[in-house]
Nanobody, 122 residues
Framework: QVQLVESGGGLVQAGGSLRLSCAASGRTFSNYAMGWFRQAPGREREFVAAITCCTGLTYYSDSVKGRFTISRDNAQNTGYLQMNSLKPDDTALYHC???????????????WGQGTQVTVSS
């Protein structure tokens, strides 16, 4: 089992920045790929970014590429999502997820956090 807890969400004006954290406990975090997903009211959960367990390869959705950066600190069992140039369309509940493989489909991930709310005002 891997337990994930997100933090760092909040209310920010358009153009601002936030840094989300995903604290992991349980099994060895460094063995798992990590993804960030978001879900706005009335919409399906969508892929935002993902990072491999060990090589640090990263993947981004087109909607956030160039604005968001995913990273991880395996020594601290923590993952991050740096979000810059935020837009109102980025408003959503953001979840981190972990799995033994890297996926872009949310249904593939075994472990999930409860989420942290990000609200971007115009």
């Amino acid at each position: 089992q891997v337990q994930l807890v997100e933090s760092g969400g909040g209310l920010v004006q358009a153009g601002g920045s936030l840094r989300l954290s995903c604290a992991a406990s349980g099994r060895t975090f460094s063995n798992y790929a990590m993804g960030w997903f978001r879900q706005a009211p009335g919409r399906e959960r969508e892929f935002v970014a993902a990072i491999t367990c060990c090589t640090g390869l990263t993947y981004y959705s087109d909607s956030v590429k160039g604005r968001f950066t995913i990273s991880r600190d395996n020594a601290q069992n923590t993952g991050y999502l740096q979000m810059n140039s935020l837009k109102p369309d980025d408003t959503a509940l953001y979840h981190c997820a972990a799995d033994s493989h890297l996926w872009v489909e949310p249904s593939r991930y075994e472990y999930w956090g409860q989420g942290t709310q990000v609200t971007v005002s115009s």
